[in-house]
């Protein structure tokens, strides 16, 4: 079992940073691949970043340049750096991570979630 706990979050304005934490309560001894996702109203859920043994860190295309993920294991915490907001970043962001914490298995353990708003 994987516990997800998220925090920052909130409101800027266009051109605006925002950093996201995660962090993971969990028996596994190591998480592999995370991601985070966000998903806005009417909008399907979009990954826009993680991390994979294979690859490194990747990102999706509406994000490359301005988001970096990042983390520090002496704290045990994931980040998403996010730097010149737009409006059309406005989401609630979620950091995920794979059924029994291996790569290749589908996300199933999720953060509660954290409100994102860009104002132009």
């Known amino acids: 079992q994987v516990y997800l706990e998220e925090s920052g979050g909130g409101s800027v304005q266009t051109g605006g940073s925002l950093t996201l934490s995660c962090k993971p309560y969990?028996?596994?001894?190591?998480?592999?691949?995370m991601a985070w996702f966000r998903q806005a109203p009417g909008k399907e859920r979009e990954e826009v970043a993680g991390?994979?043994?294979?690859?490194?860190?990747y990102y999706a295309d509406s994000v490359k340049g301005r988001f970096i993920f990042s983390q520090d294991n002496e704290v045990n915490t994931l980040y998403l750096q996010m730097n010149d907001l737009k409006p059309e970043d406005t989401a609630v962001y979620y950091c995920?991570?794979?059924?029994?914490?291996?790569?290749?298995?589908?996300?199933?353990?999720w953060g509660q979630g954290t409100q994102v708003t860009v104002s132009s």
């Open positions: 995920a991570a794979p059924d029994r914490g291996l790569c290749g298995n589908q996300f199933t353990y």
């Open positions: 969990t028996y596994f001894y190591t998480i592999d691949c």
């Open positions: 991390k994979h043994p294979d690859v490194g860190r």
